[in-house]
């Protein structure tokens, strides 16, 4: 199965940038649907967004527009550009997995294999 490490998080002032990075091994991220989620605590872990095997997506309204997923398959490599970043998004993110099964689905709990999480603040 596959294994995800993220890397990229760390603290920058509301309006600024960060890209978030999730290396996938054992497998290929092209085939799974593929993932984004954050956590703060107290509260559930929620979608940021999702992407499937060929490209489709689904953010959250609350980024849309700011947050870019991107799923380099040559790389096995899951990426989120997060741009305009505002006080309410910091939080722990996540990347993770889910073995292709029809639509790729937002509920967190279908997805099988998760990164350690990196920690995005925003000041």
């Known amino acids: 199965h596959v294994q995800l490490v993220e890397s990229g998080g760390g603290s920058v002032q509301a309006g600024g940038s960060l890209r978030l990075s999730c290396a996938a091994s054992g497998d290929s991220v092209s085939r799974y649907c593929m993932g984004w989620f954050r956590q703060v605590p107290g509260k559930e872990r929620e979608r940021v967004v999702i992407i499937g095997p060929h490209g489709a997506t689904t953010y959250d309204d609350s980024v849309e527009g700011r947050f870019t997923i991107t799923n380099d398959i040559g790389k096995n490599t899951l990426f989120l550009q997060m741009n305009a970043l505002e006080p309410e998004d910091p939080a722990v993110y996540y990347c993770?997995?889910?073995?292709?099964?029809?639509?790729?689905?937002?509920?967190?709990?279908?997805?099988?294999?998760w990164g350690q999480g990196t920690q995005v603040t925003v000041s």
């Open positions: 993770a997995a889910a073995p292709l099964s029809g639509l790729c689905s937002s509920w967190h709990a279908v997805y099988d294999y």
